[in-house]
């Protein structure tokens, strides 16, 4: 099954799959450099003009607007090859990879949802190196091995929307999409909290991370900083206390959140590394040095 797009031609073979650059990794790369549209670390889609109605083209004398568009597809750089896994299997550890990555991978013929890091560690500020590539995607391959459809269709839909849900431009949409992947997360954690408040807390424990502030419990143990947030949000159209849009909270959620995410993903899938002990306000670039 072909897969993309990853800048990083290592190939690795594990126990019943292997991964390589396909043979025209070098062909595309160039046309990548040559054409894709690029900033921050992104890439976006061709560029489309939106058309003006009659009455507009009447009045107004500048072009309509550029977008870039939401749906596209850009050519494999990747495969991986197995005798054994089924589709589903092999689509699971595709998305697994890019989680290690970085990015967001999926396989040829998928579209990509609107902009697309290609910057590798650009959505969890972490570095694949050595034996990582091999210890990590094994590791990847037991949780799927090991788990029920339920769950393997859970930590998809978590590991896909905590990466594709960084690429959204406003805060509270990244606030959101962490949100809900941190409630994906606690679903299929076996865990057991008597108040939504106390979902990041439990998982903490259970994972042996450390609390972010904003998850802490208020002295009536049934709210925190981060539950009101989410509540204000999600029922009162309103975010950092004021309407969506007036206002940011003080706490930084694209970085924190996302890194609390990003380590019960990778405790979740057996990856042990020593970021699970990195602060929760670590900017650092990390290497992943997955122990077997």
């Known amino acids: 099954m072909k897969f993309g797009f990853l800048i990083d031609k290592k190939s690795f073979e594990c126990s019943c799959f292997r991964v390589a650059p396909i043979p025209e990794f070098n062909s595309v790369m160039e046309e990548f450099y040559r054409s894709a549209r690029v900033s921050n670390g992104w890439f976006y889609g061709p560029e489309q003009e939106l058309k003006k109605t009659t009455n507009e083209n009447r009045k107004f004398k500048e072009r309509g607007p550029v977008n870039c568009s939401s749906f596209f597809r850009i050519s494999p750089t990747h495969e991986i090859i197995s005798n054994t896994c089924t589709e589903e299997h092999l689509r699971f550890l595709i998305l697994g990879y890019g989680f290690l990555q970085g990015i967001y991978l ?11 890091a290609y910057e590798l560690g ?53 606030f959101d999409s962490q949100y809900k992947t941190l409630d994906g997360l606690y679903k299929i954690s076996g865990i057991k909290a008597k108040f939504h408040a106390e979902r990041p807390v439990e998982l903490a424990k ?9 998850a802490e419990l208020d002295s009536t143990g049934r709210k925190s900083v981060l539950s009101i947030q989410r509540n204000e949000l999600v029922h009162e159209a ?10 940011y909270p003080d706490e930084n959620y694209s970085l924190e959140l996302t890194s609390f995410n990003t ?11 020593p970021y699970l002990a990195a602060e929760p306000d670590n900017r650092d670039y990390w290497g992943w040095d997955i122990k077997k």
Do not use: C
């Open 206 to 214: 259970r994972y042996n991370l450390k609390l972010p502030s904003w």
């Open 106 to 116: 999926t396989p040829e013929d998928y579209s990509y949802l609107g902009r697309t």
């Open 238 to 247: 309103k975010y950092g206390g004021y309407p969506i849009g007036f206002s």
């Open 122 to 174: 650009k959505l969890n500020g972490l570095r694949l190196s050595g034996d990582d590539y091999v210890n990590g995607m094994e590791a990847i391959n037991q949780f799927y091995l090991l788990s029920d459809s339920e769950v393997r269709k859970q930590m998809f839909s978590s590991i896909h929307w905590h990466l594709i849900g960084q690429s959204y431009y406003f805060d509270w949409d990244r």
């Open 263 to 273: 380590k019960l993903i990778a405790a979740m899938l057996g990856i042990d590394t």
